[in-house]
């Protein structure tokens, strides 16, 4: 806590810097989930190309993460860590990323926008047990009735039996998709606990720019690994008939994958920055509030069903973001009183 270069910032200043990065993931991910679910309803059906366009959007954080360069030199460690160790921990990282973001693609795959949506509130009740053993995340009476409801909230989608996928597919594809979904959820909230740990314990720098930094060089890594992927499964080949069979064109198909690409790497600052400025697991949390949008947003753009279960799903998210959300306000209040008491003694003395 006392660490923190965010704890010198105003309150203002901080819940400025937190709500961009929330907005950025929210947004992103909401844009994301809709215009992949676009991708393939309108003839698109390559996963390993689903995959790639999650992370090949990188270059677009070159122009931040240049302009924010120099400030790295402002970081406060002492040590920086060696190239070979900076290799193998975003080469690491960006194998995780590359296996997780083809799990959500099969799962996208096979389900409708909304479901899809939902059971990734999963990854919170995973991200807990994370932090806990990862990043010494202490669990609350709030935090753990955040963690309760919200995989309550998922879990209603599984056992709903109107749950519903694209049409045409079976309800065998639907369990595949919801398991892909449910393993995805679980490997993201792995991913951001090694992410704040490497925060803490590796690279030790107290900049934006470690932020453009990590996301870069993983998404690089992610890259490479679905390219190969894309030749290797022979999947390459059906890309020129899916732009020419694409329901709204050619121009389309490319602007979708253009779009889908750029709108990933906007949410991907926005975890990344979250797990920077406050941790993983608050990181994670505000991730699900994206089940209040998505899911809307899906019923408005792809006509997917809202029947009770799932509006039922969508309350108890809403309550137990609500949930960490105070709780979170509670420990930046006992933060600041905490530095501001220490401060006191140390003019003083």
């Known amino acids: ?14 819940w400025l810097l937190v709500a961009i990065n929330i907005f950025f993931l929210i947004a992103g991910q909401a844009a994301a989930v809709l215009l992949g679910r676009f991708y393939y309803d309108k003839g698109g059906n390559s996963k390993w190309m689903a995959t790639l366009v999650q992370t090949a959007g990188f270059p677009v954080l070159c122009i931040p993460w240049f302009l924010l360069h120099p400030s790295r030199e402002a970081s406060t460690s002492s040590t920086s ?26 799962g996208l795959l096979y389900l409708s ?24 995340q202490k669990f609350t009476a709030l935090i753990l009735n955040s963690v309760v409801i919200l995989s309550l909230s998922a879990a209603l989608i599984a056992v709903n039996d109107d749950s519903d996928g694209p049409s045409g597919v079976p309800k065998g594809k639907f369990l595949i998709g919801f398991l892909c979904t449910l393993g995805a959820s679980a490997l993201y909230s792995l991913l951001l606990s090694f992410m704040q740990l490497s925060f803490q314990k590796v690279l030790k720098k107290e900049t934006f ?24 499964s022979g999947e390459w080949k059906s890309l020129q008939h899916e732009m020419e069979v694409f329901g709204t064109g050619r121009v389309s198909y490319v602007l979708t994958l253009v779009w889908t690409a750029i709108t990933w790497q906007v ?5 990344v920055g979250l797990i920077f400025v406050v941790s993983s697991l608050f990181s994670n949390v505000i991730s699900t509030l994206s089940l209040a949008v998505t899911p809307l947003a899906a019923l408005v753009v792809f006509h ?9 799903a969508m309350l108890l998210a809403l309550c137990g ?6 709780q979170n306000y509670i420990d930046d209040k006992k933060a600041r009183r905490l530095e501001t ?9």
Not at 113 to 134: D, E, G, P, R
């Open 113 to 136: 926008a909304s479901t899809y949506s939902l059971i990734c509130a999963t990854q919170l009740a995973f991200n807990a047990v994370f932090s806990y053993f990862l990043n010494s």
């Open 81 to 106: 860590p060696s190239i070979k160790t900076l290799a193998l921990l975003y080469f690491v990282l960006g194998v995780l990323v590359a296996g997780d973001n083809m799990l959500y693609s099969v």
């Open 304 to 312: 997917d069903k809202m029947n009770g279960v799932k509006v039922i």
């Open 321 to 326: 973001f609500a949930s960490y959300i105070y």
């Open 1 to 14: 806590m006392d660490e923190s270069p965010f704890l010198k910032l105003k309150r203002w200043q901080w």
């Open 341 to 349: 008491h220490v401060r006191d003694i140390q003019h003083t003395a």
């Open 267 to 271: 949410c991907a600052v926005g975890v």
């Open 209 to 232: 720019s470690v932020v453009l930094e990590m996301q870069i060089y993983t998404s690089v890594v992610a890259s490479c690994l679905s390219t190969i992927g894309l030749f290797a």
